[in-house]
């Protein structure tokens, strides 16, 4: 039992999860704050006999496990900021070819090189709108590293299920500090293993046709059926069409396969909400500073509390906007310009009792810097 | 099995322009497929955009229709993932070494074995007929009006540089050459380059006067010459074809199955 508990960077955690879901392909390329990943993929993929390569760029290393997932492999590539804007290009086409695969973001602070070495939040909406057209798109993330375990494997599980790219948005504060891991036995996290079709060799299969609840099921490279994957709009075929009701249905599959399941796609995490008429809301590594002010306000009697958001996009507007509905002020805790914040005031019924209680500097938010947002918002002065 | 049975005849009228040079590069690759008796099952196509790309529909093996310039890194997930299928990843010239070059030039440097054909009609035909990296100085195109500034790769010695163990070049006019040279890329264990000069009547040929379909392959006929020819010698501005590099090297796949054994042992 003792082996199963590690002291370990998030980044590791992240791996173990990767390891624990089934990975068996991996393709990146070196960048800071996501490098620990790909360094330790390289060592312990071929140990169980899988694959690491390290590509040309980060074009390549989302095109690679694209090519992989088709082979019928689970698939994962990592990154940050500049390499997840190059890879905005292919994780398009793996949108709308369908394809299940993993993309980590360690994020740092940006526009551009930025600044490598410090945290930032800042591509919560490159995530979801960082490659071009409509489109849905699932993104996780986690405040520790247990939970950078589970939501690793449960963006495998949401994959396979959906046959969707997934975005596992981490930051560098998460990727970097170390505590502890404990890596679940066998068997103790369910996993979703690829859905592959029960076409017979011989008979059509039709690669683009989804079943009645949405899933369409695979057939690998090099197995019995062949098809055609396209990037264009595509027939049930997987054969190039511009038939105005096949792009329409296509569309509104990609779109409805994942909103339509917006309940079983959210996953979250709730403190001290029943009462509470100050709400915080946070994820990622500033959940933490969030949910310290919260252990420390709730004994001196105040009624706070925390909903700590795991499952960004789609966005839980359900959720949130039941949290918010009795609460005298919202407080939107995020290191960025208010990406969440603009979310969270789309969806509650007063978007003005909404507030930010940001950082940008690249310094890591302080639960001092939370609490002197909140004493101005209480009306109670710096 | 006969050259129509590798066919999807299902996804055709294909959308080539009349003339073009592309189906009979398809023709000769099928013809090389179906000499060595290749399952379909075992061949993997990926392509990138453009006029040449669409092959990957009309073909009845595992096909990949993928993002400009991307189908050897997307080949090579193919590959890395699933050794024993045989890849097949034609391309234009735009799309494999301007947009694709860095893809082009590591995936040669790896040596995996991927068959790598550039379809060189020296334009960038679906756009409408801007200049490719290999239309060359001095040639006319839509965003070359007053004549064209850039110099051209020779895609062989690109290849070779980059370190492609097998490298030839043939063109649409020579089929049975190309047939043959193809044939021989897909058996070689390693990265393999075939340059195929493939004419584009409706777009470089107009635009450069070159006359139709028929004058250009004659142009091909009077302008290449086998390596190391005769002919070559008196005239330096012939093209070369045949195979210019077939090496055994070290193969991508097999060196890391080398890394898989290794790190096994070492558990």
């Known amino acids: ?382 | 099995m006969a050259i129509k049975d590798y066919i999807r005849e299902r996804f055709f009228p294909h959308i080539w322009c009349p003339g073009c040079g592309h189906g009979t590069v398809m023709n000769s690759l099928l013809r090389a497929i179906e000499s060595l008796g290749m399952s379909k099952n075992e061949i993997v196509m990926v392509s990138g955009i453009g006029c040449s790309s669409r092959i990957s529909g009309y073909v009845d093996f595992h096909t990949l229709h993928t993002i400009h310039g991307r189908a050897l890194a997307f080949a090579t997930g193919v590959k890395l993932s699933r050794p024993e299928l045989n890849l097949i990843v034609p391309m234009g010239d735009g799309d494999a070494l301007a947009i694709g070059g860095n893809h082009f030039i590591h995936a040669a440097r790896r040596n995996i074995d991927i068959t790598a054909i550039v379809m060189n009609n020296r334009i960038y035909g679906m756009t409408g007929g801007q200049f490719s990296p290999l239309s060359g100085y001095g040639t006319m195109a839509t965003t070359a009006p007053y004549s064209n500034i850039d110099h051209a790769f020779d895609t062989v010695e690109l290849a070779i540089a980059a370190g492609a163990t097998f490298v030839a070049r043939s063109t649409s006019y020579h089929v049975k050459q190309l047939s043959k040279i193809l044939r021989d890329a897909i058996l070689h264990e390693g990265f393999s380059v075939v340059e195929v000069l493939s004419q584009c009547p409706t777009y470089f040929g107009r635009k450069n006067r070159l006359g139709s379909a028929v004058d250009m392959m004659e142009q091909y006929k009077n302008d290449t010459t086998p390596i190391g020819s005769k002919a070559k010698k008196e005239n330096p501005d012939l093209i070369e074809r045949g195979i210019f590099v077939q090496k055994e090297m070290p193969e991508y796949c097999v060196e890391y199955d080398k890394i898989i054994e290794k790190a096994m042992k070492g558990n």
Not at chain 1, 91 to 97: D, I, Q, S, T
Not at chain 1, 147 to 160: H, K, Q, S
Not at chain 1, 236 to 252: A, T
Not at chain 1, 255 to 273: A, E, G
């Open chain 1, 1 to 382: 039992m003792k082996e199963n508990i590690k002291f370990v960077q998030g980044n590791e955690a992240c791996v173990e999860g990767a390891l624990y879901a089934g990975l068996e392909f991996f393709a990146g390329y070196p960048i800071t704050p996501s490098t620990e990943i790909a360094e330790l993929l390289s060592y312990r993929l071929p140990q169980k006999g899988c694959r690491f390569i390290q590509m040309e760029d980060e074009i390549a290393s989302m095109s690679a496990i694209i090519g992989a997932s088709l082979t019928g492999h689970k698939v994962m590539t990592a990154t940050s900021g500049p390499g997840f804007s190059l890879m905005q290009e292919a994780l398009g086409y793996a949108v709308m070819a369908e394809i299940p695969c993993v993309i980590v973001n360690v994020q740092r602070g940006g526009p551009s090189t930025g600044i490598p070495t410090h945290v930032s939040q800042g591509d919560v909406n490159q995530a979801r709108w960082g490659t071009h057209g409509d489109h849905a798109i699932v993104t996780l993330t986690a405040s520790n590293h247990q939970d950078v375990f589970a939501m690793t494997v449960e963006g495998f599980n949401i994959a396979e299920t959906y046959r969707t790219p997934v975005i596992l948005l981490f930051d560098e504060v998460i990727g970097h500090m170390r505590e502890r891991l404990v890596v679940p036995v066998e068997g103790e996290i369910p996993l979703v293993q690829r859905l592959r079709t029960a076409v017979n060799e011989g008979v059509d299969y039709h690669p683009y046709l989804p079943r009645e609840d949405g899933r369409l099921p695979m057939s690998d490279f090099g197995d019995v059926h062949r098809y055609n994957v396209t990037g264009l709009f595509h027939d049930m075929w997987g054969f190039p069409s511009d038939n105005p009701q096949v792009v329409h249905d296509l569309i509104r599959h990609l779109v409805d396969k994942i909103n339509n399941n917006v309940n079983q796609i959210t996953n979250f995490k709730s403190y001290y909400l029943d009462d509470a008429e100050s709400v915080l809301i946070s994820y990622g590594s500033s959940a933490r500073s969030a949910l310290h002010v919260v252990e420390l306000l709730r004994p001196r009697g105040e009624r706070i509390g925390l909903l700590e958001l795991q499952t960004l996009w789609p966005f839980p507007d359900q959720l949130v906007r039941r949290t918010c509905e009795h609460a005298k002020h919202v407080i939107v805790v995020e290191m960025n310009m208010g990406q969440v914040l603009q979310e969270v005031r789309r969806v509650v019924d007063q978007p003005r009792k909404v507030f930010l209680a940001n950082r940008i500097d690249g310094v890591f938010i302080t639960p001092r810097d939370i609490r002197n947002i909140m004493r101005l918002v209480q009306g109670k002065g710096v």
